[in-house]
C-alpha cells in the first residue's frame, strides 16, 4: 500500500497492491486491509505519516504492518521497526552492530 509508482512493481510478483492517494484513503485502507491480510507492506513515506493508525495494530500478532522503501527511496522506518519487532518477540535486539 502506498503510491501508485512505489507499489506498482510489486503486482508483477502476483502481490495484491493498493495504491493510495490521500491520508485519508490509506488509513480507511488499512482498517479495511487488516481484516483480510496477515501481512501488509506499506510505504515508509505513507507509514511515517499513519504512526497513529499503524501503533493501534502493534498490541496484535495481524496484521504485521512493514515499513518498505518508497520509489524515492528509504527513510530506515522500516529497518527500525523490525529491530523493536525483534527486541519485543526476544527480549533484546540481536540485530545490533
Known amino acids: 500500500m502506498g503510491g501508485k509508482d512505489s507499489i506498482l512493481p510489486f503486482k508483477g ?3 495484491d497492491v493498493f495504491p493510495v492517494t ?3 484513503e490509506a488509513r480507511r485502507q488499512i482498517e479495511s ?3 483480510e491480510y496477515g ?3 506499506i510505504t515508509e513515506r505513507v507509514a511515517e505519516q499513519l504512526e497513529d493508525t499503524i501503533a493501534q495494530y502493534d498490541k496484535y500478532p495481524t496484521p504485521a504492518i512493514i515499513p ?3 520509489s524515492t527511496g528509504s527513510l ?3 529497518m527500525d ?4 519487532n525483534v527486541e519485543k518477540a526476544i527480549g533484546m535486539n ?3 552492530d
Do not use: N
Open 13 to 15: 510478483l502476483g502481490i
Open 22 to 24: 490521500d491520508l485519508e
Open 33 to 35: 486491509l487488516a481484516d
Open 39 to 41: 501481512v501488509i507492506f
Open 68 to 70: 518498505i522503501p518508497s
Open 76 to 78: 530506515g522506518i522500516g
Open 81 to 84: 521497526r523490525i529491530h523493536q
Open 94 to 96: 540481536i540485530l545490533d
